[in-house]
């Protein structure tokens, strides 16, 4: 298992992104859900690849200020100008905005987690938006995907 068997399993996932209209978040986390609710067959792969992937030690083997993280793939062809990341969190995180918007994906590893109040599953953020990532409540692994992998942090 590996980032390769991980990209091979978000390709129906970036089909999807690449049709999204990210200023309308809202619309955009109906569309994710119904494509891929957090009970259906893809999601439930995908749990599975990053939590083993974090077990491995291939995914989320960085680590700072109590978040660990790890990068997936760049923005390229093959993710339909997505970048990918994965990050294990608790607590806040470090204040970023999103120039072009922000999806993720989100599974919670303890009952009560909640990503910015959001149960796990699918979380959109608009064009422009900005936010201090917060998981309240336990602890969540996220993929998270950006359009041509924009995004300003906190300096």
């Given at each position: 298992m590996g980032t390769q068997e991980l990209l091979r399993a978000l390709e129906p996932v970036f089909d999807v992104l690449a049709g999204l209209?990210?200023?309308?978040p809202d619309e955009a986390r109906e569309r994710l859900a119904a494509a891929f609710p957090p009970d259906g067959e893809v999601v439930r792969r995908l749990r599975a690849l990053v939590q083993a992937g974090v077990a491995?030690?291939?995914?989320?083997?960085r680590e700072a200020g109590g978040?660990?993280?790890?990068r997936v793939a760049k923005p390229g062809e093959a993710?339909?100008?997505?970048?990918?990341?994965?990050?294990?969190?608790s607590g806040p995180g470090v204040w970023h905005r999103h120039p072009a918007g922000e999806?993720?994906?989100c599974f919670a590893l303890d009952p009560e987690a909640a990503f910015d109040g959001f149960a796990e599953g699918w979380v959109v953020f608009g064009e422009g938006s900005d936010h201090v990532p917060t998981v309240s409540g336990g602890r969540?692994?996220?993929l998270y995907f950006l359009p041509g992998g924009r995004i300003d942090?906190?300096?």
């Open positions: 209209d990210l200023s309308r491995e030690g291939w995914l989320c083997d978040a660990r993280f790890s993710t339909r100008g997505f970048s990918v990341d994965a990050v294990e969190l999806v993720n994906l969540m692994l996220l942090w906190k300096r």
